[in-house]
C-alpha cells in the first residue's frame, strides 16, 4: 500500500510561480510513475504531468513549457513546479502514483490563481 500527501497549495497571482509536493509513504519503494493531475470546477480529472522512475517526463500541452516536474526518489517525493501561472490553471491537484499492484491517489491540494 502507498500513501500519498500533497501540500503547497494556496492562493497565486497571474504570471507567479508556485511548487507542491507529494510524498510517499508505506511501500513507496515499489513506485513506477508518478505524477500531477488536475480537476477545474465543472470539468474532468486530467493529467498535467508525471515522471517515471527514471526520470523520463510527459506534459499536458497545456502546461508545456510552464511546469516543471521532478522527483527525490530517496524521499519517495515528486515536485511540480509551476510558473507563469494563469487564471485557468485554477484547480485542484491530486498526486497520483503507479505500482505493479495499483493506482494510488492523494487528497488533493487548490491552487488558486487570481489577482
Known amino acids: 500500500q502507498v500513501q500519498l500527501v500533497e501540500s503547497g497549495g494556496g492562493l497565486v497571482q497571474p504570471g507567479g510561480s508556485h511548487r507542491l509536493s507529494c510524498k510517499a509513504s508505506?511501500?513507496?519503494?515499489?513506485?513506477?510513475?508518478m505524477g500531477w493531475y488536475r480537476q477545474a470546477p465543472g470539468n474532468q480529472r486530467d493529467l498535467a504531468a508525471v515522471?517515471?522512475?527514471?526520470?523520463?517526463?510527459y506534459y499536458a500541452n497545456s502546461v508545456k513549457g510552464r511546469f516543471i516536474i521532478s522527483r527525490d526518489n530517496t524521499k519517495n517525493t515528486v515536485y511540480l513546479q509551476m510558473n507563469s501561472l494563469k487564471p485557468e490553471d485554477t484547480a485542484v491537484y491530486y498526486c497520483n502514483a503507479e505500482d505493479t499492484t495499483g493506482d494510488y491517489w492523494g487528497q488533493g491540494t487548490q491552487v488558486t490563481v487570481s489577482s
Open positions: 515522471i517515471t522512475s527514471t526520470g523520463a517526463t
Open positions: 508505506g511501500d513507496g519503494s515499489s513506485i513506477n510513475a
